[in-house]
């Protein structure tokens, strides 16, 4: 039996002999267009014209009877495709199954079992359905005619999500509920009413941490893409079950008399625009319209910390994701507790990259395993030490990866934040790929801190050796003059600010647009609505003595975990209640002192980040250090391999030198299996230092020996 994929990727496989069949995308698309009209013949004149529109009439028939040609070499005479002189149409049959008629037929099979009331049908057709639905129609295809389709199907998608968890909440599986939920955001991101759905059943589930997480991505995906908050049923539903758990957990003589702010409150929401950068932009942009029109291209946009570095490239990429080009981004920290190669892994888990990864030959996605298994075999323990071994095999695995990120068939921004700290691997990896296509349709962009701030000399090696080849553009950003500086701090307060206050402001922050809009938030926050007066780290210490005890205290073990941080690890590693724990993160967030980042959240720069963490004693430091060790370990009770350079990091901050260095081995040994060899002697190296920090004696030299 022939299998076609045309939902979240594009193939044509033999299931009995396990082969791809595949000559064009086009062919595909075309099997495509046939079945999104299943048993409805189509004329051959329309079809030629919607796929070659730019062609003749004589042309675009010729174009089709060649992918028609195609077709038949790929599937041969199966009856699924009635061809006639006139028309093309697609029926169903048992021996060739295309992915978008399985779920058609599953999904009008639940919507009867729903009109006669059959609960277990609708939950089985339902759900078979979706698994169908593995992503968007042709993904990489534009074509003006698969738009229409692309957006009905998700539209039917979404709907059957809401059926699926109408049904599974019906019947008592709130956790099916749930699940099918957040399927629907996935597929209509900009619509409010499934993020409502999702938070009421996360509060049946007495999952209050994640009903806030919920409500902060909708936030975050009105305000970044059409920049606006919530409406005011959202913001009302959330106010409801903060005071529901409110009044579920403090007695009755402890509740406050007034209400706690609005949940929804956030101060400086305008603050997305950018102010006062419009040549470095254009610069900027000029860069992208190059790449995307395929010349491949790195950008570093360098400048002191707080000068708006990440700000400005922010900009870039909202303008490419908007125009349906393929933008990812990380981040790198200064703490060195991921793994290597985690930017580029980043990269490869964006849901935008997925497609590009699903049309990989089978030796592509080997490698691309490696990084980021994907449970289709992925590379085994066995794996390292023949990485070892095979050290040439890293051409190979870079090139892998490289068709991943670069094979989705549209231009590709890949953004890569606190270059400074970036490991030894990734940066190699990127030179790789820039170099792989000289007509690659690419564009690194990377932000860079100058200010001396970091040892390490291997990004700033690495940028002048990028520098000479000819692809490297920089671009240096000064700090705001006084003008852009008043524009800026009346975006965030939303008023003009008096004259004296704007020259106390340009003089306490010199222009650094982080400082000016941390110094607007905290007059804010500030009764009498003074400017804060004092230092740089002045003004953000100010920022923190605003909030509430326990909020601070999240601030300060958040700031230790050194990376992103979900609500689950600060529960565990934390003396407060989960409650608590909530309430914290959300004044946090309300604050605009850490925003959301991928499941879970981060500081929304890393200054607050330092700043949060100079405010933990150094004996506090230590037992939060532990604590968000024995939290890691909770959180991943079938393999720890994931997190083991955090652990070991963590475990020698908090001083278990012992199990520092056990992790600090595995992390190598997984470093090696990607041949990232600069990196697992990092952390040999930081296991001996642990190890000769020990007492002298048998075992300590034993541990210095292994």
């Known amino acids: 039996m022939l299998h076609v994929c045309v939902l ?34 189509q004329n051959r004149q329309r079809i030629a014209g919607l796929f070659w529109p730019e062609s003749a009439d004589g042309q675009a028939l010729t174009n089709l009877r060649r992918e028609l040609h195609n077709l038949r070499q790929i599937i041969g005479d199966d009856r699924s495709l009635v061809v006639t002189s006139r028309d093309l149409c697609w029926q169903d ?19 009867a079992a729903a009109a006669r009331g059959d609960a277990a049908a609708v939950l089985a057709h339902g759900n078979a359905a979706i698994g169908q639905y593995r992503g968007e129609f042709l993904p990489g295809s534009y074509d003006d005619w698969l738009l229409e389709v692309r957006s009905e199907l998700e539209r039917r998608c979404a709907d059957l ?13 709130l956790v099916g509920a749930a699940a099918a939920a957040r399927r629907r955001i996935g597929l209509q991101p900009l619509e409010e009413v499934g993020y409502r759905r999702l938070m009421h059943l996360q509060a049946d589930l007495g999952d209050r941490a994640g009903a806030l997480s919920t409500y902060h991505h909708c936030a975050s995906v009105l305000e970044r893409e059409l920049g606006v908050v ?10 409801r079950l903060m005071s529901r758990a409110e009044r579920a957990t403090t007695p009755q003589a402890a509740r406050p008399v007034a209400a706690p702010p609005a949940a929804s409150a956030r101060p400086g929401a305008a603050s997305a625009r950018l102010v006062g950068r419009s040549r470095e932009l254009g610069l900027l942009l000029d860069r992208w319209q190059a790449a995307a029109a395929g010349q491949p291209g790195l950008v570093v946009v360098r400048g002191g910390a707080g000068v708006g570095k990440s700000r400005l490239v922010a900009a870039v990429a909202e303008q490419a994701r908007h125009s349906g080009a393929v933008v990812a981004s990380t981040q790198c920290f200064a703490t060195p507790g991921r793994l290597a190669l985690a930017p580029v892994a980043d990269w490869l888990r964006n849901p935008v990259i997925r497609p590009a990864i699903a049309a990989l030959d089978d030796a592509w996605r080997t490698e691309v395993d490696r990084l980021v298994p994907s449970g289709r075999g992925e590379v085994g323990d066995a794996g390292s030490a023949r990485a070892m071994v095979d050290a040439w095999q890293r051409h190979r695995f870079f090139e892998g990866l490289a068709r991943a ?10 953004i890569v934040d606190n270059l400074q700290w970036c490991d030894e691997e990734t940066l190699a990896f990127l030179a790789f790929c820039l170099a792989l296509d000289p007509a690659a349709p690419l564009l690194v962009t990377a932000t ?61 922050t010199g222009g650094f647009p982080l400082f000016i809009v941390e110094g607007v938030r905290g007059s804010m926050d500030l009764s009498d609505g003074s400017m804060p007066v004092g230092d740089l780290s002045a003004v953000l210490r100010n ?38 724990v909530v309430e914290a993160v959300d004044e946090l967030w309300r604050r605009r002192i850490v925003q959301e980042f991928r499941d879970g959240y981060d500081f929304s720069h890393d200054l607050l980040r330092d700043s949060a963490y100079g405010q933990v004693s150094p004996p506090r430091r230590w037992l939060l250090h532990r604590r968000i060790a024995q939290g890691l370990e909770l959180m991943h009770p079938d393999g720890t391999d994931q997190v083991a350079a955090q652990l070991a990091e963590q475990y020698a901050r908090g001083g278990r030198p012992a199990r520092a260095v056990a992790y ?33 004696g048998v075992d300590r030299d034993s541990r210095e020996l292994a």
């Open 161 to 173: 999500c809401d059926l699926i968890s109408d049904t599974s909440a019906a019947g008592g599986d």
């Open 664 to 696: 600090y081995g595995r992390a190598a040994d997984l470093a090696a299996r990607v041949f990232a060899h600069a990196e697992a002697i990092r952390l040999h190296k930081q296991a001996l230092s642990v190890v000769r920090s020990l007492p002298a």
């Open 543 to 580: 920022r923190f003595g605003q909030l509430s005890a326990s909020a601070r205290e999240i601030a300060g073990l958040a700031a230790a975990v050194g990376t992103d941080f979900t609500l689950d690890l600060l529960t565990e590693a934390s003396d407060l209640d989960a409650d608590v």
């Open 230 to 239: 919530p409406d005011a049923p959202t913001q009302e539903l959330l106010e």
């Open 448 to 508: 860079l801190r100058d200010d001396g701030s970091d040892d390490d000399t291997a990004p700033a090696d690495w940028v002048a050796r990028m520098r000479m080849s000819g692809m490297l553009a920089e671009l240096a950003l000064a700090p705001l003059e006084a003008p852009d500086t008043a524009l800026l701090a009346a975006t965030i307060a939303g008023r003009p600010l008096r004259e004296p206050d704007v020259a106390l402001l340009q003089a306490t």
């Open 405 to 414: 990120l670069i094979g989705g068939g549209r231009p590709a921004l890949l």
């Open 8 to 41: 979240g990727e594009q193939s044509i496989t033999d299931e009995r002999a396990a082969h791809v069949r595949i000559r064009s995308s086009r062919t595909v698309a075309l099997i495509g267009f046939l079945a999104a009209h299943g048993g409805s013949p």
């Open 93 to 111: 049959s048992d021996t060739c199954r295309v992915d978008l008629r399985v779920f058609e037929s599953e999904r009008e099979a639940a919507l």
